[in-house]
């Protein structure tokens, strides 16, 4: 059974910075492609990020130039390093197994002053 465990949200100013981690059991990670979604209140779920197990990324457009997907194999382990965050990227951040159906419970990120 997949599961996730998602950390690092909070609270922070526009213009600052987080890092998301995602702890993934019950499947041989590096084997599988990653991804993050997001999903403000009253709105649907959107993909943030993605990379491959040969560690090929793609964002979405919104964020692309600020955010940063990454992996660690050994600590089976995606991250989400989000830079320069606006009001807009408000959200719980979920990480996901892509293609599957297990999520984690998420992580909220709030950008406000």
């Known amino acids: 059974q997949v599961q996730l465990v998602e950390s690092g949200g909070g609270l922070v100013q526009p213009g600052g910075s987080l890092r998301l981690s995602c702890a993934v059991s019950?499947?041989?990670?590096?084997?599988?492609?990653m991804a993050w979604y997001r999903q403000a209140p009253g709105k649907q779920r959107e993909l943030v990020a993605s990379?491959?197990?040969?560690?090929?990324?793609n964002y979405a457009d919104s964020v692309k130039g600020r955010f940063t997907i990454s992996r660690d194999n050994a600590k089976s382990t995606v991250y989400l390093q989000m830079n320069s965050l606006k009001p807009e990227d408000t959200a719980v951040y979920y990480c996901?197994?892509?293609?599957?159906?297990?999520w984690g419970q998420g992580t909220q990120v709030t950008v406000s002053s």
């Open positions: 990379i491959t197990s040969g560690d090929n990324s």
């Open positions: 996901n197994v892509a293609g599957s159906s297990s």
């Open positions: 019950g499947i041989i990670f590096r084997l599988y492609r």
